[in-house]
């Protein structure tokens, strides 16, 4: 075998501008390779951890596996891995079936949440580690780690042990591992959930800026929405084993398909109403509490009842009656900043949650306060 | 090329499944399955099968309990363990309390104060006895001096010294059995009951000695099957009145009386201990018998355990309240120093018990006097000289050290390897396997010689180096497999992952990454396997032969014959081998420590 596919930094063919059909204009060039789950199924004794996943990923594209614990997230990235082996299915990468080839042939790079870095070597021997696994010979070895530390800015740890650095470093070294044999996929299983907020920000951020660099394709796992929104090119939603969704950040959060993702991927208020015409795309919708509303549907839904989602963000508030306004008495009022958190009660007795900015002619609403509220076709999503 | 090689073995699966079953870890247990099976199994088998092979099956056994020398030595043996095994319970539970509570160099002091003698060749602390309690011993002295006594008295060879002997031998296996229940326990339990508004006492009664229940049973219980199958330190210590059942089987095995009758002898002795841990063993799961805990979650166990659980401790809960709750205003009344002040008290006792001979064995193995005597006249070393000058003890030494040698490389090449396939496979029946691998701890090792004896009569191997190696490794191979099951699995899988992501082969994650990881348990694994054998004494008293003498055969002769000072020269230098191994694994015992605290 001469030198690794994985350090070959780029393939010509694949430069150049193109769109993927997840409709990103890719203007970089790639090494990353595409990666193809078919029929995916991964059993313990009746529990289906993962029951029947198929999902395409383009190369080079940043890809997210987001779902709450038990959902089946991890074990898919660990059947990817080739840390357990699937009950059927299989897994491509380029279009070559790989779940029968063992963990250490497949050539990719991971990031672990507890970091996994190896106690018993030292910062740049542990990001050698992954070159001297491939028989990568000294000189290129020594270049590639100073290289790899001189972009995550660890040059001056080399010769640190692991267990001398905080956390923040530690998940640094441990994303220079996964990336210093320029892999063509990276995983990454939860890789910030050790970290406090703001290093978390910081090192988001950081990995963005790394894919963008690197091209690689990388799979990553979080149950974080606020991360997964942030980070990624496309993001699969999971849920009881099952792809659930899988989208542009955008359409995820604008446009769920369901009750699950609209109440998973941000705060969100699901309103029951009757839906009392139709006009084009157009209908008009009535709530328990008798709040009349036009929303846009792309379903043929047109007759019955539907739920409705309106983010909190999109709900106006004032504390005077306005046109086509319904009024809410409120329960609670959280000052967060930039941001008022209201929960009210509608008429009928649901629940609303409001986010409004802050004004500063007006006082924080408080408990028992009548307030009122309105939102317009644009602000609501039929589901389905 | 990579992207080339990944595709090759994707459309194989016949063979892709054969040389899985082949990677299969399971695969490991067999050379210790094989080996145990040979040199353990078969041969206890055999003992059976001797045992019964009179007239009728029974025929040999009812001679056993006909004889009422037998009887009333089984009995006697009974009572003996029994008393050594309360003893220790009583004496041990405020040590533990000790070891836990005290802090720093004080703990660190303390812990090795116990775990030291437990280490110690259980011939020499019985030697150290006979030294401490003779005619010229200390005691004697002391006792004169302060005028008790007007001249020196024989105070060895009763059921006292007995006792006391074997309480002293089998105490530290209790403190360190209840001590690994109290380190388990959450320190916050005891805190909270403090803040609840329990008293010092009441928070003992009502939480520590529920919680570490367990603990004391699995205690109480390795010290009496211990206590019935000791050979060494009755025999020693104990008068004509004092003989205890195992000391039976090799009167007769040196008389070799008629076939049969010894087997049955060994079979009941056998008998009553598997009982006793098979008891024990459904109440408080065969874990106790490692000091480990369960390697698989067995959970229709865990249900009905539970609702016993609650039946048993109301009940509990009614007596300690009947009985508890008048004791402890009783005792409330008592300054709330009382209960520290036992504590401190019973647990120094324990530690000069344990302590105090060998202290005394080291003073007079420096001594210059021609016979045994303390304090020694004056200092020389005489004995020195003769130990290592005399080449009987030297040919001894090296004999020793050989087989332990020998002992140690084919216990950890086993057992390292069981150790493994028992960690990392997914066969059925983990538990009855890790009991199997286990399982020559807790047989009298009396029991084991007598088996074993006949399979090297038949193999010709008796007085061969080799295997005497071989039978002191059915000992220490379950040593190795604890320690090194323990630590194997407190490897991080997640770095064994991360290595073979990145490109390593499972042969070189185990060398880079699991091997570093298990160093220290595998060097404390050796150390333990090879001090074993080096201090093996039951065993090698059946399989050796005039030619190969070990060192505790040595020991062992001499100390039946002529009590003399190059007896203490030869304790000295084990105390100062096990003195020097466990500062080897010292490391090893503190991150263990920390992990079962976890």
Redesign the interface.
Known sequence: ??E???LRTTRSGDVGARTSPSGLPRERGTIGSSIAVRDAVKRYGSFHAVDRISIDIEPGEFITLLGPSGSGKTTLLNLV???QSLDSGEIL??G???????????????V?Q?Y?????MTVSQNVA??LR??GVDRATTDRRVAETLEIMRLTEHATKSPSQMSGGQQQRV?IA??IV?RPRVV?MDEPLSALDRRLRESIQIEIRDLHRTIGSTILFVTHDQGEALTMSDRIAVLNAGKIVQIGRPLDIYRHPTDRFVASFVGESNLIEAEILQKRGSTLTMKNRAGYVFSAESRDTIDVGRATVLVRPERIAVSNEPTANSTPVSVTSAIFLGEILRIEAHMEGGEPLLIRCTDMADRPLPSVGDRLHVSWGAADCWVLA | MSSASIGVQADRPAELDLVRRLKDPALLLLPALAFLAFIYLLPLVDLIRISVSGPSWSSYFARVFAIPLYWDSLVRTMQISVTVAGLCLLFGYPTALLIHRSRGIAQVLIATAIVLPYFIAILIRTYAWMVLLGRNGPVNKLLVSIGILSEPVQLLFNRGTVLLGMTAVLLPLMVLTIYSSVARLDQSLTRAALASGAGPLAAFWRVLLPLTLPGMGAGFLLVFVAAIGFFITPTLLGGPGDQMFAMHITQQADSVTSEGFLQALGVVLLTITLAVVAVAGRFLGFEFIWGGRKLTAAVPRAIDGHTGDVGRRSFGASVADFIGWPLLRLFGRLPASCGTWTVRLMGGLVIAILILPIIVVMIISFSSASYLTFPPPGFSLRWYEQFFSDSNWMRAFWTSLVVAAMSAAIAIALGASAALGIVRSNIRGKSAIMLLLVSPIIVPPVVLGLSLYSLFLRFDLVGSVFGLAAAHAIGGLPLVVVILSASLQGVDSRLEQAAAVHGASSLTVFRLVTLPAIMLGLAAATFFAFLHSFDELVLTLFLSSAELKTLPLMLWGDVNYRLNPVLAVVSTLEVLLVVAGLALARPVLATSRKATSQ
């Open positions: 075998m001469g690794p596919a994985a891995a080739g840390f990468v380029d070559k079936p790989v779940h029968n080839v063992p963990t250490h042939k497949r050539g990719f790079g991971m672990f507890s996994a870095l190896f106690p018993n580690f992954p696994m491939a441990a591992r996964a044999r995983l």
